[in-house]
């Protein structure tokens, strides 16, 4: 006997319809944020930054926010819906039906990558407002498509893998907010989202290179404006064998129960 | 056909504490089955491995065949689940999360939103279609419990104490929708606290005590196995009178107000007096009784399976020359002969 993919589907669905259902609260909060951003750093800091490897600091800035906000989101939706479920209990109704413990990951996986690829177009389409209505700032261009569609789908992807894993050993809502607040967002911050690692003296560029954000915001950077500071070809490899790692990872965990199962 | 449910040896143990204790169990396709036991019993602890969210430490499980680990999509795939606890999605309508629990067991939309109409029709709740659970009274959300399990369409149907606090209507309601589908054929596996229940509903009940089975049989097997009393008030000389205790009983106990002989007809205290009384020898003589006393002025005649055993013990009574004035038969409660199972095998253990 074989279970097809209206399982799979169904449960995509759900997870896809809560975060749409409230969309106020899916999308008001990046919203916000990266408008503060954009006028802080890209238009009132921003104007006194010289360019940066010839770009204005808003076109330079704004990839390194879409990849914060995909990550954040792809991230928080993950883990949040799994804790959630667990904490009441009702991911129960998921894991007594006879969905495979890999089509149960894909919906999880692919619902907050999906949450994070919209944030990642609202954050850019931001940054374009800015700059159009700018009219001293360069159009934002999209240099290198392939890349681009390849970094964008693989960041929230990877990034809600990780959210699979942080839903599963979160044993309180306050864990969840620890992994965001103080593992992710630091590392995103210190991934040259809002600098160039040439700026970097060399020891500094040497352990920026350790944190995998560098790649990931590098890879969309080159996406967007052609310009990388690591080839991101590498970069890509490196990211996409990572992510399957990490599935791997989610696939057992379920597999195993842990988190789910007594 | 392999049996819905199948057990061999089954272990779940939570660090030092053995919740099931080599646990073989036998349901049959079609069965309406009784899962009796005090608190830590194990019984949702058994459920649970059934359905996935609790992994065995040793042993087997399948059901119709398959096994609950190896086969866990198949298994799953045949069980509906009324679970004690309220786990249930509170981000959306409650026919939106039929709809979801259907669709998740391969069941295409369109069938699905048909079969979740149908369920909240067959609980009674349909009204409430597009309220969140946490809107719902008590009593509508354990039906709501009922039509989340029923919503796939399961071979097997497991209700782990559905009854809980709710009120005797919602109480018959369930119990006729159950049965309902028991006729269809769908096989029910029923954890209660309420004896009632289970005397009232199961085919066969099996009884667990701290992780082990105890036994499994009938409700009427079971209660036949407890000591009913019989009680007769006769009639001498053509005028009602309580029967005399001396040539009723067969024996005193010396306290005055009960007499009592032992199943070998043999005086308990007091010898001498049951020489003198040829009822108390032919009662205590028939098969199955177990003793004879006197108790505020009726007969009271104890005996396994009393409503068997009370046509020979009118013969007795008639025989030595009384009149019957009044007969009544209280038979032992399921409730009873399970408290003294599991009081029994404690007082073992010991």
Not at chain 1, 185 to 211: H, I, K, M
Not at chain 2, 155 to 176: S, Y
Not at chain 2, 237 to 257: H, I, K, L, M, N
Not at chain 2, 283 to 312: H, K, M, Y
Request: include cysteine.
């Amino acid at each position: 006997m074989s279970f097809g993919p209206v399982g799979a589907r169904a449960l995509l669905k759900r997870e896809i319809q809560r975060y749409l259902r409230r969309y106020t609260n899916t999308f008001a909060p990046p919203l916000i944020t990266n408008v503060l951003y954009f006028s802080v750093f890209g238009v009132i800091l921003g104007g006194r930054i010289d360019q940066i490897q010839g770009f204005d600091y808003i076109v330079f800035l704004l990839p390194g926010l879409v990849v914060l906000g995909m990550i954040s989101n792809a991230f928080e939706n993950a883990s949040f819906s799994i804790f959630h479920g667990r904490w009441n209990e009702y991911i129960h109704e998921t894991l007594t039906s006879p969905l495979s413990y890999s089509q149960m990951v894909a919906a999880y996986v692919v619902a907050s990558a999906l949450r994070g690829v919209l944030v990642g177009v609202l954050i850019a389409a931001i940054g374009v407002a800015f700059t159009l209505v700018n009219g001293q700032i360069a159009t934002v261009t999209i240099a290198q498509p392939l890349y681009l569609a390849a970094f964008g789908l693989i960041v929230p992807t990877l990034f809600s893998g990780f959210g699979v894993i942080g839903g599963l050993l979160a044993e309180d809502f306050d864990h969840l907010t620890v992994m965001n607040q103080f593992i992710l967002r630091p590392l995103v911050f210190f991934g040259a989202v809002f600098y160039s690692l040439e700026t970097l003296p060399g020891v500094w560029r040497d352990l920026s290179l350790l944190n995998p954000m560098v790649y990931m915001v590098d890879g969309v950077r080159y996406g967007f404006l052609g310009y990388s500071d690591v080839d991101p070809r590498v970069s890509l490899v490196v990211l996409s064998a990572l992510t399957i790692a990490v599935l791997f990872v989610d696939v057992q965990l379920f597999k195993r129960g842990y988190g789910l199962t007594d | 056909m392999p049996p819905a449910i199948e057990t061999e040896g089954l272990v779940k143990e939570y660090g030092e504490l053995r919740a099931l204790d080599e646990l073989s169990l036998r349901v049959e396709e079609g069965e309406f089955f009784g899962l009796l036991g005090p608190n830590g019993a194990g019984k949702t602890t058994f459920i649970n491995i059934l359905v996935g969210l609790a992994r065995e430490s040793g042993g087997e499980a399948r059901v119709f065949g398959h096994d609950v680990v190896d086969d866990y999509q198949e298994a799953r795939d045949a069980i509906g689940l009324a679970p004690q606890e309220f786990n249930v999605d509170r981000f959306f309508p409650i026919v939106e999360v039929l709809e979801h629990k259907a669709g998740y067991h391969g069941v295409p939309p369109e069938e699905a939103t048909r079969r979740a109409e149908e369920a909240l029709k067959r609980v009674g709740i349909h009204h409430k279609r597009d309220e969140r659970f946490d809107w719902l009274s008590g009593g509508m959300k354990r039906r709501f419990l009922l039509a989340r399990a029923l919503v796939t369409d399961p071979d097997l149907l497991i209700l782990d104490e559905p009854t809980a606090g709710v009120d005797v209507q919602l109480r018959h309601d369930i119990w006729e929708v159950i049965q309902d589908l028991n006729r269809e054929g769908t096989t029910i596996l029923l954890t209660t606290h309420y004896i009632e229940e289970a005397e009232r509903l199961c085919d066969r009940v099996a009884i667990l005590n701290e992780g082990t089975k105890l036994d499994v049989s009938t409700p009427e097997e079971l209660m036949g196995r407890g000591t009913d009393t019989i009680y007769v008030r006769v009639r001498e000389d053509g005028e009602a009178q309580t029967a005399e205790p001396e040539r009723v009983a067969a024996t005193t106990t010396g306290t005055g107000s009960e007499r009592v002989a032992d199943a070998d007809g043999e005086p308990v205290t007091d010898a001498d007096a049951s020489a003198s009384v040829p009822a108390g020898d032919r009662l205590t003589a028939i098969d199955g009784v177990e003793s004879a006393t006197v108790e505020d002025g009726r007969l009271a005649v104890r005996a396994r399976n009393g409503g068997s055993t009370a046509p020979e013990v009118l013969n007795a009574l008639e025989a030595e020359g009384y009149e019957i004035a009044d007969l009544e038969i209280s038979r032992t409660s399921l409730e009873e002969i399970f408290v003294e199972m599991t009081n029994r095998e404690r007082s073992d253990r010991e």
